[in-house]
């Protein structure tokens, strides 16, 4: 991040400072803080679950879900899932551990975390790989998922429209926790993000993208959007970050 000026950065501060007295006096569904930067064991549930924690089918920019499903269990892999997968196909994600880089180059697919007596689906990149999640595609969904110690993002879109971003936890990914750029349509709600080097949620050059109900604390820059239009920030839980919530324009850069 650069700041132009004196005056930019006053008011990005002032902003930020606001965005998170009114998130805190106003925000009834946000969760609890966890009191370091390891994930929180118990989340007050969104009101997108079930009493069991999982996720109600929720129609967002990506559609409704079709009924192809596929389940990937602890010891299996997710990217071959995902490669073996057509367009319309939900692949289920089974509690444990799963050290990998996962890419979704085709439309459609919906990456679903099961959760069991509070436990996640994690991805761990062991502090060696660089990304989490990156998706390319159009109508992908992101769901449900825990993931922690990757060196670059968490969650990284490249064009990719009608995206959904939903009710993960992202702990210490690196430079960015959820990263969509370049992207139409899309919803940013629900997820608990920490420890990050740059901004926890940043959202570049797309359009028309709605990011309430996250909490994010303990990291460089809150929430960001920079050379966005139509983008939506409200309901959202911003504490304890070097910088709350902040809008740039640089210049240079798509708009």
């Known amino acids: 991040m650069k700041f132009n000026n004196l005056l930019v950065a006053s008011l990005v501060i002032a902003a930020g400072a606001a965005g998170y007295y009114y998130s805190e006096s106003t925000n009834s569904s946000a969760v609890t803080a966890p009191t370091s930067n390891a994930p929180s064991k118990e989340l007050n549930k969104p009101a997108n679950t079930s009493p069991n924690g999982s996720a109600k089918p929720v129609v967002g920019p990506a559609g409704e879900a079709n009924n192809v499903e596929v389940t990937v269990n602890a010891g299996e892999s997710i990217q071959a899932a995902v490669t073996a997968a057509k367009p319309g196909t939900t692949i289920r994600i089974m509690p444990g551990t799963y ?22 689906a994690t991805l761990d990149g062991l502090g060696k790989l660089n990304d989490a999640i990156l998706y390319s595609g159009n109508n992908v969904v992101i769901e449900n998922l825990r993931i922690t110690r990757y060196k670059g993002n968490g969650i990284m879109g490249q064009a990719g429209n009608n995206f959904e971003i939903r009710n993960n936890i992202i702990v210490n990914t690196g430079i960015y926790g959820v990263f969509p750029q370049l992207g139409t349509n899309g919803v940013v709600e629900y997820n608990v993000i920490s420890g990050i080097e740059d901004a926890a949620i940043y959202i570049g050059m797309s359009d028309n993208v709605h ?3 996250n909490h994010v604390f303990d990291s460089v820059a809150g929430i960001e959007i920079e050379n966005s239009r139509h983008a939506i920030v409200e309901n959202n839980n911003v504490h304890n970050n070097t910088g709350g919530i902040l809008a740039f324009v640089t210049p240079g850069l798509a708009i």
């Open 211 to 213: 990011v309430a109900h």
């Open 99 to 120: 050290t990998e880089t996962v890419y979704i180059d085709k439309d459609n697919i919906r990456l679903i975390g099961v959760i069991e007596q509070g436990k996640r």
